[in-house]
């Protein structure tokens, strides 16, 4: 072997060889390296730059207002000395964890391509004692649109730092400090975010799809549409959480997630997605299901247009249709194996509408139409004043009908006669004077009114059964 070849490649003689330096970097045991080193001007401003001494009450920091790029931060990790150990905190290694990381509060590295650099235990925003909003502003770091894929962000403190629109595939992001950051739009699909605090942070439009959120902080976080699907959320505080039309399709949530006062729905936006979640025990009690009028599947279900303004087909439609009646099948069941019976059975109403529709859609028009019937009469056995209100209003009709027949033909009757005419026939049980043959009119109403009176008498069964027996 040559000793080129042992002593690894050159360093590239030309800022253009990209591909030079990602070799020379990786030989030099710095893979996350793959910008040319800055120059030596750029290197003494930057250090000059970090002798910096920061002061949080007059928002004073190394890098504040100060644009840098990748090679920049390149740099300063590479140099990066804290605790008597040179280069980047390795989180890996628990004796490291104490180090404190690349100081960057105020920095702006918006759209800066940052992925897969070690940037652990990273400063980038105020800290626990800046109570201050200008305070917790000077030391925000500006990362709006920036590319944080695959970097280490372990330990990071990133309070109140400016992360709108940034893309952060499989960033780590355990145990980091990200308290009222504003992360609007973000997109952070399988995220490590164990442990990480993110009390009051601005996620609405963020996309957290798988990502890990154990034991995670979300108390008072905006998460209005907020894509959480399969993301794991076991032991996650997400109490007073604001988090309308959220999608949690298939999250996971366990006993010590707690959903205190979260809120799922307002009036603007609509409810949250919530099929296919696996609850396991969590405690469903403390939030207000009865402020979450429809949820997000029914929402998209009756929408006829897609986010991209285009017709959504028929088999889509049904498809949604189905999948909106599986979400509120699914919640009032979990609801009522907790004792929510109240707001269990306004879901499993709501599963029956939906249901209808999934009928009519598949053309099954006699079936949707007795479906459309149940629920007018007794509202699928969840509302039983609709049946009562369906008695009196045939009972009143019919007897108005007998009187306004008894107008024109024998016999005569008065009001209350024809009011307990109408009562008895309703019950099956009418009857007549000797004058009255089956050909008449009268008889005639009677037996529909006794037919209408047994279908009603029916659904009253049911609903009696539905809604005192069907636990």
Known sequence: MSDEQKQGPQRPTSDDDREGWKAYWAAQGMPWRIDPEVDLQRQQYLAERLSTNPSTTLGIYPFRDVKLGR?????????????????????????????????????????????????????????????????????????????????????????????????????????????????????????????????????AFACLDWARLEHAQLDEAQLPHTLLMWAHLEGANLMAAQAPRANFHEAYFDRDTSLSQVVLYDQQSGGASLADVHWEGANLATVDWMNLQVLGEEIEARSRHNTHGRKIDKTKRRENYEIAVRANRQLATVLRSQGLNEAADRFAYRAQLMQRRVLHLQQHYLRAFGSWLLDLISGYGYKPMRSIMAYVVIICAFAGAYLLHAQFAAPHLTWDESLVLSISSFHGRGFFSSGINLSDMLARLAAGEAIAGLLIEITLIATFTQRFFAR
Not at 100 to 121: K, M, N, V
Not at 144 to 173: C, M, P, V, Y
């Open 71 to 203: 090679a920049d931060v390149e740099w300063l990790l590479a140099t990066h000395v804290s605790e008597g150990v040179e280069g980047p905190v390795n989180w890996s290694d628990e004796k490291q964890r104490t180090r404190q990381g690349l100081d960057l509060r105020g920095a702006d590295l918006s759209g800066t391509d940052l992925h897969g650099l070690p940037l652990t235990r990273m400063v980038g925003g105020a800290k626990r004692f800046a109570k201050l909003p200008e305070q917790r502003q000077w030391a925000a770091v500006r990362l709006t649109r920036a590319k944080l894929d695959q970097a280490h962000l372990e330990g990071a403190i990133l309070n109140g730092a400016d992360l709108e629109r940034a893309s952060a595939t499989a960033a780590q992001f355990e145990a980091a400090q990200l308290e009222q950051a504003h992360m609007l739009g973000c997109y952070l699909p399988k995220t490590q975010m164990r442990g990480a605090i993110l009390t009051k942070a601005n996620l």
